[in-house]
């Protein structure tokens, strides 16, 4: 089953929703307010499966000051 990422603006927060792949287009509830929130576009949305994810970390970084 894929993961959705979904980020609600009142909280400033992401968080993921395991669920169905026919409800994939459904909005997310938000575990800390209650609002429901729309995905995150994610490389889970049109594959699944397909699960390669950027790296976030110092090695992304481009620019050395
Ligand atoms: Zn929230």
């Known amino acids: 089953m894929p993961i ?3 980020y609600c603006a009142n909280c400033r ?3 993921e ?7 994939s287009d459904a909005p997310g ?7 429901e929130v ?3 576009p994610s490389v889970f949305a049109s ?3 397909y699960s390669v994810k950027v790296p976030h970390g110092p090695a ?3 620019n050395k000051s």
Do not use: I, L, Q
């Open 4 to 6: 959705y990422e979904y």
């Open 13 to 15: 927060k992401e968080f």
């Open 17 to 23: 929703v395991m669920r169905p792949f026919r409800e």
């Open 29 to 35: 509830k938000c575990p800390t307010c209650g609002a």
């Open 38 to 40: 729309a995905k995150v």
């Open 47 to 49: 594959n699944e499966g």
């Open 60 to 62: 992304f970084r481009g």
